[in-house]
C-alpha cells in the first residue's frame, strides 16, 4: 500500500520537509506507539499511551464479550469509567477500542480503533462516554454497556497490575475472572450439583477447563469457564455446549472467543 497525503507546499524545501515530518511520525507510532497530527485518532503523548494501554485492550474485550452474548440488534454501546480511570485526560482512544470489540465479531470488513466510531455511526449505533465519581470496589473500573434488540447486556472489568486483564462484573452480577483465550459464559439457577454436572460434561467430551470462576446474584449464578481449544477442539466444544442448554438449571450458555 502507497499512502500519501494532499499538501499544498510545493517547493523542494517544502516537500523535503513534509517528508521528514512523515518519516518522524511513522518512527514514532513504530516505536513508541504515538501518534500524532492524525485527523481521525486523537494525539496521546508516549507516557500516558503506554499507562492506557492495557485498559485499551481490556475495552476491546469487553466489548467483544458483550456482542458474543448471543444474537442481537446493536443500538448503543456505553462506556463508563470508574475510579482513577475516570480522571484521565485522554480515555477516547477506549471508547474506540470498546466499539472496535463490539463490532469486530459481527463484520466482515477489518474494524479497528481509527474507524471503529465512523463505522458504528454507519449503523445509527450510538456512542456513549460517562465518568462516575461512584465508589467501587477496584481503584479503576471500565463498564461496558450494549442497549440491544434482545435486551441490555453489562459487563465490568479492571487491570491488576502488572497488566492482567480480569473480567470482574457479567450482567449486574460480581465474578472474577481471567481475559484470554476461549470463555464460555454460563447463567444458572444457583442450586447444588450444577457446577458437578459442568465439569463432567467438559470431561466426557475431552475440554479442558483452564480456570472456572462463579458469582452469584438475586436472579441466579453466572460461571465463567476459561477452557484450553486449538483448531480441532472447535467442534467437540460446540457439542459440549449444546449438552450444557440441555440442563434443566442451565439457563444460557455463551461461547466467547477472544483474538489477541
Known amino acids: 500500500m502507497i499512502a500519501t497525503?494532499?499538501?499544498a507546499a510545493s517547493t523542494e524545501e517544502a516537500q523535503e520537509l513534509v517528508g521528514l515530518e512523515t518519516v518522524m511520525a511513522v518512527r514514532d507510532y513504530l516505536?513508541?506507539?504515538t501518534v500524532r497530527n492524525a485527523v481521525n485518532f486523537p494525539s496521546i503523548p508516549a507516557s500516558e499511551l503506554q499507562r492506557l494501554q492495557p485498559?485499551?485492550?481490556l475495552a476491546d474485550y469487553l466489548g467483544a464479550i458483550a456482542a458474543q452474548m448471543g444474537p442481537a440488534r446493536v443500538q448503543s454501546i456505553g462506556v463508563r469509567y470508574y475510579g482513577v480511570l475516570a480522571e484521565y485526560g485522554t480515555v477516547d482512544v477506549i471508547a474506540?477500542?470498546?466499539t472496535a470489540g463490539v463490532l469486530r465479531p459481527v463484520l466482515s470488513s477489518g474494524v479497528t480503533m481509527v474507524n471503529a466510531r465512523a463505522a458504528a455511526r454507519e449503523r445509527a449505533i450510538d456512542v456513549v462516554e460517562s465518568r462516575s465519581t461512584r465508589r467501587r470496589d477496584y481503584i479503576s473500573l471500565l463498564s461496558i454497556k450494549l442497549e440491544t434488540s434482545a435486551g441490555d447486556r453489562v459487563v465490568e472489568g479492571t487491570v491488576f497490575e502488572p497488566?492482567?486483564?480480569r473480567l470482574v462484573g457479567v450482567q449486574g452480577v460480581s465474578v472474577e475472572a481471567p481475559l484470554?483465550?476461549?470463555i464460555v459464559l454460563i447463567a444458572n439457577d444457583d442450586q447444588p450439583g450444577v457446577i458437578g454436572e459442568v465439569g463432567t460434561i467438559f470431561g466426557r467430551h475431552g475440554v479442558n477447563i483452564a480456570s472456572f470462576a462463579l458469582g452469584r446474584g438475586e436472579n441466579g449464578a453466572i460461571g465463567v469457564v476459561n477452557i484450553d481449544e486449538d483448531s480441532n477442539?472447535?467442534?467437540v466444544l460446540d457439542e459440549a455446549v449444546e449438552e450444557l442448554r440441555r440442563v434443566t438449571a442451565i439457563r444460557e450458555v455463551c461461547v466467547i472467543r477472544l483474538t489477541s
Open 5 to 7: 497525503p494532499h499538501i
Open 31 to 33: 516505536r513508541d506507539g
Open 55 to 57: 485498559w485499551i485492550r
Open 96 to 98: 474506540a477500542s470498546a
Open 163 to 165: 497488566a492482567s486483564l
Open 180 to 182: 484470554a483465550g476461549t
Open 233 to 235: 477442539a472447535v467442534t
